[in-house]
């Protein structure tokens, strides 16, 4: 008996109690191994895919310039910024478990 004639077989329930115990043996193994062999092939297509997609959507380096440029403006923060100023002292505030007001009270008499 072939391999495809026993898989036939293994496919219906009646039939595998007709087979011998090699021929049971047999098609474990044929099934055990298609098996793991289309998984291992699945998982190689997929590492093959992300490595291509990495590559694809990798930045692309700078050009010299650019990063010149970049480097020459430096970003000053907006000290004065009212809505900064208002979430970091709520944050103050809620961690001390005051009140903002007397929190902005205290920094403005310190001026």
Same mark, same amino acid.
């Given at each position: /008996?072939? +391999?495809t004639?026993? /898989?036939g077989m293994f496919s219906n329930p009646e039939t595998i109690k007709s087979l011998n115990?090699? $021929?049971k043996m047999m098609g474990v193994v044929v099934t055990v191994i298609l098996g793991m062999g289309i998984t291992i092939t699945a998982l190689i297509f997929i590492q093959f895919l992300i490595g291509m997609m990495t590559k694809l959507l990798a930045e692309k380096p700078k050009s010299e =310039? =650019?990063?010149e440029t970049s480097q020459k403006t430096p970003l000053k923060p907006d000290v004065n $910024?009212?809505?900064l100023m208002a =979430? +970091?002292?709520a944050a103050v505030a809620a961690k001390m478990g005051i009140s903002p007001k007397s929190i902005v009270k205290t920094v403005v008499e310190k001026r």
């Open positions: /008996m072939n +391999i004639e026993l /898989m115990m090699g $021929d =310039a =650019a990063v $910024d009212p809505e =979430a +970091i002292s």
